[in-house]
């Protein structure tokens, strides 16, 4: 089991633990690890280390965990693949991390295909084998990094597709009932990277699986610039365009963009882009006639984020260890040891200043660990 590397665990070799009260059962088939280094298991790789960290491999080990921590009073996080997440030096309480497996292809009844997949799947596994099975769908989410449970959490989206559109139903383990139920996603809420595990009523939910539904009639979607500047740098055709031709152009132009994890560390777009009225947006044009800006409905106007910490003068940022991607300036990046506490602090000074030039409050995308 992976953690080895770590300090005991719980259940061996710890006779007197932190505080005196914490005293592990014995009878526990999930080995819990305390004083656990996080290394490896987020993708921004700040230093961090668990008071207590386990893997949940099943719903029956998820229970005993959850119960566990009820009974020694520990606070419990949760962990996908840690790609949208920032911990901090010293995470507080058991992380359990995701790790249920399991994919099922079946017919769907009007005639596309209905995929379960376990919460610990990598969600590009997914998509990797639908596409290369011909099934359309998920190419516009090609490369996304993470686990599908944390895709559902997040709701993830790109060049025009969010998850939403492509799910049936999602199975979450209810801790405050007891139960396992099945949300259709008109109960999870989705919405621009929004779902109700995000909020207090999806408090004590915790994914399975996701339920799939790639459609029967496939139809490329397209329309944003670099990917249609690449399609057509590759000569794709409304014949030559499949899944798995939009999948490869997709990965082509994110690779370009985007910081590589593996390499320097990151969470992806680090704020999302925020939304504000139509009276402000027209202020804010008068004074910055290049703002980059989105209409949306009702009145509301959705600003590029990106933009807002250029003109704050951000892009290239370096603060220790911390710094703005010097290639996109919405990407916080490790530059190497850094530790949680140092990105947030220049998240804030970033927070700052564009609040003092926009009068705009940026959100931050990743969760906090800690
Ligand atoms: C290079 C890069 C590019 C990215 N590009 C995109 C993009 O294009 N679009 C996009 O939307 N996102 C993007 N992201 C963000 C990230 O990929 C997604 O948010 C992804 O869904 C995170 O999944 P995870 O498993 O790593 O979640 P984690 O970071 O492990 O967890 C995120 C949150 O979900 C909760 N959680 C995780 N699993 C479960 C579960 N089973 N049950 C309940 N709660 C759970 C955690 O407690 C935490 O609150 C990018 C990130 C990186 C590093």
Redesign the pocket.
């Known amino acids: 089991m992976e953690g080895s590397d770590a300090g005991p665990p719980y259940n061996e070799g710890r006779t007197t633990p932190k505080g005196g009260s914490r005293q592990p059962p014995n009878n526990m088939t999930v080995q819990i690890f305390r004083d656990r280094p996080l290394d490896g298991l987020?993708?921004f790789g700040t230093r961090a280390t668990a008071e207590a960290y386990a893997e949940a491999s099943s719903l029956e080990s998820l229970k005993e965990l959850l119960a566990h921590a009820a009974e020694s009073g520990l606070p419990v996080?949760?962990?996908?693949?840690?790609?949208?997440?920032v911990a901090m030096s010293r995470v507080p309480g058991l992380v359990i991390r995701?790790a249920i497996k399991g994919i099922e292809k079946k017919p769907a009844p009007d005639g596309g295909t209905l995929v379960r997949c376990g919460?610990?799947e990598i969600?590009d596994d997914i998509v990797k084998m639908t596409v290369a099975e011909g099934l359309g769908g998920l190419e516009n989410l090609s490369a996304?990094?993470?686990?599908v449970?944390?895709?559902?959490?997040?709701?993830?989206?790109?060049y025009g597709v969010e998850l939403a559109e492509r799910l049936q139903s999602v199975t979450?383990w209810d801790s405050k009932a007891g139960e396992v139920r099945e949300l259709s996603t008109e109960e999870c809420d989705f919405a621009y990277?929004h779902s109700i595990?995000k909020t207090p009523a999806g408090e004590g939910?915790?994914?399975?699986s996701a339920l799939l539904h790639l459609p029967a009639r496939w139809y490329p979607v397209t329309g944003y610039r670099d990917l249609d500047a690449e399609i057509a740098a590759r000569g794709l055709t409304a014949v030559t365009l499949t899944p798995a031709a939009l999948s490869d152009a997709v990965r082509a132009v994110r690779s370009r963009k985007?910081?590589?994890?593996a390499r320097l560390g990151?969470?992806?777009?680090f704020f999302t882009n925020p939304i504000i009225s139509k009276v402000h947006w027209r202020e804010l044009l008068t004074k910055h006639p290049s703002l980059v800006y989105y209409k949306l409905g009702g009145g509301r106007m959705k600003l590029a984020a990106a933009w807002l910490i250029e003109a704050a003068g951000f892009k290239g940022a370096v603060r220790g260890n911390a710094g703005v991607y010097e290639n996109h300036a919405l990407i916080l990046v490790n530059r190497g040891g850094a530790s949680g506490e140092e990105v947030l602090a220049l998240a804030e000074d970033i927070r700052r200043r564009v609040r003092e030039m926009f009068g705009v409050e940026l959100a931050m995308?990743?969760?906090v660990l800690g």
């Open positions: 987020t993708t996080r949760f962990l996908g693949a840690g790609a949208n997440t995701i919460a610990g969600f996304v990094p993470g686990t449970g944390g895709a559902v959490v997040q709701n993830i989206g790109a979450v990277r595990l939910l915790v994914v399975l985007l910081p590589d994890p990151n969470a992806g777009s995308e990743p969760v």
